[in-house]
């Protein structure tokens, strides 16, 4: 047989060489021994990642030394003939798994190509790969038609910061890469298209961490003629066809359904971790007459107060205390009241201003016992909420360092997050928002509330959740053309030639007879990270950006000549 790859490793063992040779399938051990003139030559050049080519005879390895830790392990290949195909310099880092960790992120993506040849990370692409095979079975099976849409699109400032591409052929005018092929797919259904998928690469000029790269694939997905049932049940059955091929796990349908309020009472975050409890508790009514000016002041003004009972962590040391305060105050919050108990006793700063009857409420509404803590917020709801979700999922993380909780990373909680507001009112630009965008319809029975309550108005929006993660979100989208221009001249306050300007095409499309339509798009990337158990997409992505946008193996962005710039009509300022 031939056999080639890459020397993993090699040991001499008194003269006979024992190769580990690797290739994308894993190790196989080749036994070398010295003599003819070809082999000799090549031993003298074997160094760990050079690639080698071997041609030889298949042999059951003696029962000692069989390697159970290894797929080939019952067999290794005795070698007739070795040739260096390319001889490798020393690594700059090590490549065994185990070791490569300790290195720093920033040389091995320096070297991405290298820390590609890792098992871990090889498999983390296959897995990718088998992914995306996955869903486009699925939907083609659904009727679904894979159309590609532009990269290269207009500018829309009404979303997140886009990057812009300079027109030579057009100067002065800049092209946006796509956020998403939101109003590209919404035209495919004007066209009759009916079900449209692709995988789209999509790219956004934000501040990046390690659920974020400024571009990223996700399944975007419309359909003509449904409901929000109908793309729930799609959805649903794409998911569980992904999961039966890939992981081999059943899924649980459907997906349980759960409002915007409801998630953020009761989990302080519109993409809840469902793995565990703690969950928050209203306690407005308790407080209602209280002599605790902080609680009575945030329901006196119309706000909330609510509490958390991280139970079993009334051990948490002063640093982890005053980390878990710095986090609500980043969040808006002046501080962090709480309360412990501990040897039947309840320590905390704010029990000299509550009455016997508020500490019995609360150790009834909480379920307090020995060992617990509970943490609490007052104010605006929205903010409280997020505060305490916040504290929750902190504690989690303090309370699963002591062994006291576990996330089990194949508890596949998934959930739909419905029922969220259509507008938002930013008071800082004194007008509404869209809370999702603004092609999403409203809830047919809250359309009368538009004209004088538009906060008031649901949203035929929807998310889906998995395990703290939001994997993705959609819509029913508006499709009529006075209800579309209403939307964003009445209620988001848009200049009627600013709508014309950047949406003109789209109005009048919708005067053609456009269908009642929605669609979703699904963070491909955020998929197969939960799917590979990986914290960072960067683990699932072949060649990413880091925090500061760069890509280090290619030195990317780089600088560009001034006949470049010329070209595009540009001038290089200094920062």
Not at 92 to 117: I, N, Q, S, T, W
Not at 483 to 501: A, H, M, N, T
Request: aromatic content about 8%; hydrophobic content about 40%; glycine content about 8%.
């Amino acid at each position: 047989m031939r056999l080639v790859g890459w020397i993993d490793s090699v040991r001499d063992h008194g003269g006979v060489l024992f190769v580990d040779l690797r290739d994308r399938e894993g190790l196989t051990q080749v036994v070398v021994h010295p003599g003819e003139r070809s082999i000799d030559e090549a031993l003298a050049h074997f160094k760990p990642e050079s690639v080698l080519e071997v041609e030889g005879e298949v042999v059951l390895r003696e029962e000692s030394t069989i390697n159970p830790r290894m797929v080939t392990g019952e067999v290794e290949v005795a070698a007739r003939r070795v040739e260096l195909l390319n001889q490798s310099r020393t690594p700059p880092f090590p490549l065994e798994e185990g070791k490569a960790e300790k290195v720093g992120e920033d040389l091995r993506l320096r070297y991405r190509y290298l820390d590609l040849r890792r098992r871990r990370n090889f498999e983390a692409l296959r897995l990718r790969h088998r992914t995306a095979q996955a869903v486009r079975r699925a939907l083609d099976a659904e009727g679904f038609l894979e159309v590609e849409t532009p990269v290269l699109f207009k500018s829309t400032p009404e979303g997140a910061r886009e990057f812009l591409v300079p027109s030579r052929l057009n100067p002065g005018d800049c092209y946006a890469l796509v956020q998403s092929p939101q109003q590209y797919k919404q035209m495919l259904m004007v066209a009759g298209v009916e079900r449209y998928f692709q995988l789209a690469r999509c790219f956004r000029d934000e501040d990046l961490r390690a659920d974020r790269q400024p571009e990223f694939t996700q399944i975007d997905l419309e359909m003509s003629f449904i409901d929000r049932e109908d793309l729930y049940g799609l959805i649903e059955r794409l998911m569980a066809a992904v999961w039966r091929e890939v992981e081999g796990t059943e899924l649980s349908l459907p997906f349980p359904r759960l409002s915007y309020a409801e998630v953020m009472n009761r989990y302080g975050s519109d993409k809840p971790d469902r793995r565990f409890g703690m969950e928050l508790v209203g306690l407005d009514d308790l407080f209602a007459e209280s002599a605790f000016k902080v609680f009575a002041g945030a329901l006196a003004s119309g706000g909330t107060v609510k509490a958390v009972n991280a139970q079993g962590l009334a051990d948490l040391t002063q640093g982890e205390l005053k980390h878990l305060e710095e986090t609500a105050k980043s969040l808006g919050a002046k501080g962090l009241a709480y309360i412990k108990v501990e040897n039947g006793e309840w320590r905390s700063p704010i029990l000299k201003f509550l009455s016997a009857g508020e500490r019995a409420g609360l150790e009834e509404r909480l379920a307090l016992k020995e060992g617990d803590v509970a943490f609490f917020a007052a104010g605006d709801w929205e903010g409280s909420c997020t505060i305490l979700g916040r504290i929750r999922l902190e504690a989690a993380t303090l309370l699963e360092k002591r062994g006291q909780l576990h996330r089990d990373p194949r508890d596949w909680r998934f959930l739909w997050v419905v029922d969220f507001p259509l507008m938002l009112f930013d008071a800082e630009e004194g007008r509404y928002l869209a809370a999702h965008h603004p092609f999403t319809a409203p809830v047919e029975e809250d359309l009368e509330l538009l004209d004088r309550e538009p906060q008031a108005v649901r949203g035929q929006h929807y998310d889906l959740v998995l395990n703290g993660v939001e994997l993705g979100g959609g819509s029913i989208r508006i499709h009529r053309a006075d209800l579309q221009k209403k939307v964003f001249e009445e209620v988001l306050g848009l200049d009627p030639q600013v709508v014309e300007d950047r949406f003109g095409y789209l109005l009048e499309a919708f005067s053609y007879g456009a269908p009642p339509h929605g669609g979703i798009a699904l963070g491909f990337d955020r998929l197969v990270a939960l799917l590979a158990d990986r914290a960072s997409l960067r683990d699932v992505v072949a060649f990413p950006k880091t925090q500061k946008g760069q890509d280090l193996m290619a030195a990317a962005p780089g600088s560009v000549t001034e006949r470049q710039l010329r070209d595009l009509y540009l001038q290089a300022v200094e920062a």
